[in-house]
């Protein structure tokens, strides 16, 4: 994730400020957004690939260099949430808890996550704009009849009452 080396200092900064802040709010908004399909995959098949696969991040291969070019309150906050993650990701990797116990950690370590998210992207410089696509809620298929899209139906992941009913 190294800079371009044409760029000014100042033009270096706001680049590895925009991209941590990018990832930041990634990782917060994919842990949001699969809970229920992640708790499910854990509580099926006992499989820790999906939870790591979501707190991937590329901030370990930055080096000082980009580092040291942003400022110290930006990079204190950034390196709490980086340290919060941490903890989550190993945590994840060891865990041996039934899919319970792993749905109340899961809350408490995501409350935790997107505080110290808010506070470390708001010193990068606030939320970064994403580029988002209208694109229609279902696609025809074959027959020309319009389904929803099959990949990752997190629908299917959702937990039902006794009479069906979400």
């Known amino acids: 994730m190294k800079p ?37 995959m854990w509580g099926r098949h006992r499989d820790r690939g999906p939870f790591l696969d979501t707190i991937h991040s590329r901030y370990a291969t930055l080096g000082f260099p980009e ?10 906050k950034v390196d709490e949430f980086y340290r919060e993650l ?4 190993l945590y994840c990797r060891f ?16 409350q935790r996550l997107v505080a110290y998210a808010e506070q470390a992207v708001e010193a990068l410089g606030g939320p970064p704009e994403r580029p988002l696509l209208d694109l229609p809620d279902e696609v025809p298929d074959q027959d020309g009849e319009d389904r929803a899209p099959p990949l990752l139906q997190l629908a299917h992941f959702e937990k039902h009452d006794d009479d069906g009913a979400e």
């Open 4 to 40: 371009p080396p044409y760029l000014d200092d100042r033009e270096k900064a706001e680049r590895v400020a925009y991209n941590l802040a990018l990832e930041i709010a990634r990782i917060v908004d994919d842990l949001e957004s699969r809970e229920r399909f992640l708790i499910e």
């Open 67 to 76: 580092l040291a070019l942003l400022d110290t309150d930006a990079t204190a």
């Open 86 to 89: 941490e903890e989550f990701r």
């Open 95 to 110: 865990t041996e808890d039934m899919p319970t116990s792993l749905a109340e950690s899961y809350r408490w370590q995501l």
